[in-house]
């Protein structure tokens, strides 16, 4: 199958795509159709890798209102309301909604998901179910699962073993939430036992981390000091680090150097988090978003994801990274032009390496021949016009496709 005219991450030339066997197989401006050849002519459209989801939690999405709202709009009303949904729980339920979901993300070019899942629960049994999910959608959707302790390792019964049980049922990343955890102490050794714990599953780590508006949250610099002491590295990522925003530039100077030291990578989720945070402010109002601006240009490792669609946390969310990324622009005023250009890597190349999806990534001969086109010449305009994705393609099967609608200005 041969793909011509395609403006590929935002190239000025023209190019033409050869998919054989589900693999990039030729990649170049001079290629002919052979005989008998299926033809799909771009007209200059952009192609780029496809969409990654690096931080959603499907257990929990399309759960808004059910059984109560989140009135206050805070992260912790939003624990407390999951606490009670959470009792709801079955395997069919789970199931039922994560494949709405994971639909809602195909139709958004979105091919690899990373779901934090809740662990503190003894049923585990949405665990278990995104493990079996996992297995069955694997030709649809790459899904990567994190176990999450929604109410802490430490602060919850049994935690730690609800830990282990999760990564011996199949947990791909370990997580932990140190701001939650009750003490200083607790958050410590909560993400000092997560990371020794993956260390010796030799798993990956996605710790949410310090996702509150207290200066004094400091579970990043345990993080990246742990990460570069147990060599896990750019296998670790901290996730949201709202409280980053916050920090004195003084302190944030210092930390730096070890967060370049560590290699570890960061994910900012700029719907949910200025939604969420600076809920306790008067005016003014903080952004709650972490330092994605200053973080990329000391060359550390940043993707963007979604967080929560439509639950106890947020109350909307369509599946639509480019939402995301329109909304992380905004707040992290990354407006210059090439900022805007180069912003689809936070939820394509920047992501890859978040989810640590290496050589099986990325529009290369002789790659798995995944791809999405916009329609639109180049991001910037995919962008600002909110452009439809025209084609999803996964390992050179069509995914999902859409025909943009059209309207009239009658005067």
């Given at each position: 199958?041969?793909?011509?005219?395609?403006r590929?991450?935002?190239?000025?030339n023209?190019?033409?795509?050869?998919?054989?066997n589900?693999l990039?197989?030729?990649?170049?401006?001079?290629?002919?159709p052979?005989?008998?050849?299926?033809?799909?002519?771009?007209?200059?459209?952009?192609?780029?890798p496809?969409?990654?989801?690096?931080?959603?939690?499907?257990?929990?999405?399309?759960?808004?209102?059910?059984?109560?709202?989140?009135m206050?709009?805070?992260?912790?009303?939003?624990?407390?309301?999951?606490?009670?949904?959470?009792?709801?729980l079955?395997?069919?339920?789970?199931?039922?909604?994560?494949?709405r979901a994971v639909?809602?993300?195909?139709?958004?070019g979105?091919?690899?998901?990373?779901?934090?899942?809740?662990?503190?629960?003894?049923?585990?049994?949405?665990?278990?179910?995104?493990?079996?999910?996992?297995?069955?959608?694997?030709?649809?959707?790459?899904?990567?699962?994190?176990?999450?302790?929604?109410?802490?390792?430490l602060?919850?019964?049994?935690?730690?073993?609800?830990?282990?049980r999760?990564v011996?049922?199949?947990?791909?990343?370990?997580?932990?939430?140190?701001?939650?955890?009750?003490?200083?102490?607790?958050?410590?050794e909560?993400?000092?036992?997560?990371?020794?714990?993956?260390?010796?599953?030799d798993?990956?780590?996605?710790?949410h981390?310090?996702e509150?508006?207290?200066?004094?949250?400091r579970?990043?610099?345990?993080?990246?000091?742990?990460?570069?002491?147990?060599?896990?590295?750019?296998?670790?990522?901290?996730?949201?680090?709202?409280?980053?925003?916050?920090?004195?530039?003084?302190?944030?100077?210092?930390?730096?150097?070890?967060?370049?030291?560590?290699?570890?990578?960061?994910?900012?989720?700029?719907?949910?988090?200025?939604?969420?945070?600076?809920?306790?402010d008067?005016?003014p109002?903080?952004?709650?978003?972490?330092?994605?601006?200053?973080?990329?240009?000391?060359?550390?490792?940043?993707?963007?994801?979604?967080?929560?669609?439509f639950?106890?946390?947020?109350?909307m969310?369509?599946?639509?990274?480019?939402?995301v990324?329109?909304?992380?622009?905004?707040?992290?005023?990354?407006m210059?032009?090439?900022e805007?250009?180069?912003?689809?890597?936070?939820?394509?190349?920047?992501?890859?390496?978040?989810?640590?999806?290496?050589?099986?990534?990325?529009?290369?001969?002789?790659?798995?021949?995944?791809?999405?086109?916009?329609?639109a010449?180049n991001?910037?305009?995919?962008?600002?016009?909110?452009?439809?994705v025209?084609?999803?393609?996964?390992?050179?099967?069509?995914?999902?496709?859409?025909t943009?609608?059209?309207?009239?200005?009658?005067?």
């Amino acid at each position: 199958m041969l793909f011509q005219n395609a403006r590929v991450e935002n190239a000025q030339n023209l190019t033409h795509i050869r998919v054989e066997n589900g693999l990039f197989s030729a990649i170049s401006p001079d290629l002919l159709p052979k005989p008998g050849e299926e033809v799909v002519d771009l007209g200059g459209k952009l192609l780029l890798p496809p969409f990654i989801e690096s931080h959603v939690h499907l257990d929990t999405c399309l759960t808004a209102g059910d059984p109560v709202w989140n009135m206050s709009g805070t992260l912790f009303e939003g624990i407390e309301c999951w606490s009670k949904r959470k009792e709801k729980l079955s395997k069919q339920d789970v199931r039922d909604r994560v494949n709405r979901a994971v639909r809602l993300y195909a139709a958004h070019g979105v091919q690899h998901i990373r779901t934090h899942v809740d662990v503190t629960d003894p049923s585990l049994v949405a665990m278990e179910t995104l493990v079996e999910l996992r297995e069955t959608l694997r030709d649809t959707m790459d899904i990567q699962i994190v176990a999450f302790p929604q109410e802490g390792i430490l602060s919850y019964p049994n935690g730690q073993e609800l830990m282990r049980r999760a990564v011996e049922l199949g947990a791909d990343v370990v997580g932990a939430i140190p701001h939650f955890e009750f003490t200083r102490e607790y958050s410590v050794e909560s993400l000092n036992f997560a990371l020794q714990l993956a260390a010796d599953h030799d798993k990956l780590v996605d710790v949410h981390c310090d996702e509150i508006d207290d200066e004094a949250s400091r579970g990043l610099e345990t993080v990246a000091a742990r990460a570069l002491e147990l060599g896990l590295y750019d296998k670790v990522t901290a996730s949201h680090t709202t409280a980053m925003h916050s920090y004195n530039n003084a302190y944030v100077v210092r930390l730096m150097r070890l967060l370049k030291m560590s290699r570890i990578n960061f994910v900012s989720n700029p719907l949910v988090n200025t939604h969420l945070q600076g809920r306790m402010d008067t005016y003014p109002k903080r952004r709650g978003i972490t330092r994605v601006k200053e973080l990329t240009a000391e060359g550390i490792n940043v993707s963007f994801g979604h967080d929560d669609i439509f639950d106890p946390w947020y109350p909307m969310g369509t599946g639509s990274l480019r939402d995301v990324v329109f909304m992380g622009l905004h707040v992290c005023q990354m407006m210059g032009y090439q900022e805007i250009m180069d912003s689809y890597r936070f939820i394509t190349t920047n992501a890859a390496k978040t989810l640590h999806l290496g050589e099986t990534y990325g529009i290369q001969e002789g790659r798995p021949a995944s791809f999405v086109v916009m329609d639109a010449g180049n991001w910037y305009d995919a962008l600002n016009t909110n452009a439809a994705v025209l084609l999803s393609y996964k390992k050179g099967k069509k995914l999902a496709q859409s025909t943009p609608g059209s309207s009239q200005v009658l005067f």
